[in-house]
T-cell receptor, first 118, second 112 residues
Framework: ETGVTQTPRHLVMGMTNKKSLKCEQHLGHNAMYWYKQSAKKPLELMFVYSLEERVENNSVPSRFSPECPNSSHLFLHLHTLQPEDSALYLCASSQAPIAGGLGANVLTFGAGSRLTVL | GIQVEQSPPDLILQEGANSTLRCNFSDSVNNLQWFHQNPWGQLINLFY???GTKQNGRLSATTVATERYSLLYISSSQTTDSGVYFC??????????????FGKGTKLSVIP
């Protein structure tokens, strides 16, 4: 148990479905991340929220929609996905340094949500 | 963007053997982390090591920032060490960008 919990752990959905992935962190961190891990590819950063504000959006298709209602919760809403979106989706959190502050982003990951799009 | 290369891509060890994994990066960094991903997908942070040497049990890591590489040492390997080891870095010039760039990983298999 890392302190970052992801649900569901496995999800199978059709291309016309709408589903959501949930992430909750119990570490008191101020930043949360969504990463995508596909077979044979490095981890790709999708979204970053710092203090509940989105600070990074790495050219992710609009069929992925993040939501961060508070500093402990992060969602990834999925709609009209494609089979190539099948992957392991990893949530992470960190105590990121505020502008001008000391420290570094040391990530703690959840166990991941394995998504299969049929 | 910054390039992160890990070697070897695959490694098979007999239980009890030692190994060294390498991470080369193409630019100055202020953040370097090593992770272990188990066969079920869970990523565990092993070290935050932008420079210097750290040890944690059978694992140790050394980063030589001026020469742009980091090494992860695994001694007396156990079957539970199997999985993929990732190196991730953040550009020194990109401090505060939240952009950790991951390498492709080294897949380690420890056989009894």
């Amino acid at each position: 148990e890392t302190g970052v919990t992801q649900t569901p752990r496995h999800l199978v959905m059709g291309m016309t479905n709408k589903k959501s992935l949930k992430c909750e962190q119990h570490l008191g961190h101020n930043a949360m991340y969504w990463y995508k891990q596909s077979a044979k590819k490095p981890l790709e950063l999708m979204f970053v929220y710092s203090l509940e504000e989105r600070v990074e959006n790495n050219s992710v298709p609009s069929r992925f929609s993040p939501e961060c209602p508070n500093s402990s919760h992060l969602f990834l809403h999925l709609h009209t996905l494609q089979p190539e979106d099948s992957a392991l989706y990893l949530c992470a959190s960190s105590q990121a340094p505020i502008a001008g502050g000391l420290g570094a982003n040391v990530l703690t990951f959840g166990a991941g949500s394995r998504l299969t799009v049929l | 963007g910054i390039q992160v290369e890990q070697s070897p891509p695959d490694l098979i060890l007999q239980e009890g053997a030692n190994s060294t994994l390498r991470c080369n990066f193409s630019d100055s960094v202020n953040n370097l982390q090593w992770f272990h991903q188990n066969p079920w997908g869970q990523l565990i942070n092993l070290f935050y090591i932008p420079s210097g040497t750290k040890q944690n049990g059978r694992l140790s890591a050394t980063t030589v920032a001026t020469e742009r590489y980091s090494l992860l040492y695994i001694s007396s390997s156990q079957t539970t060490d199997s999985g993929v080891y990732f190196c991730a870095v953040e550009l020194a010039s990109g401090a505060g960008s939240y952009q950790l760039t991951f390498g492709k990983g080294t897949k380690l298999s420890v056989i009894p």
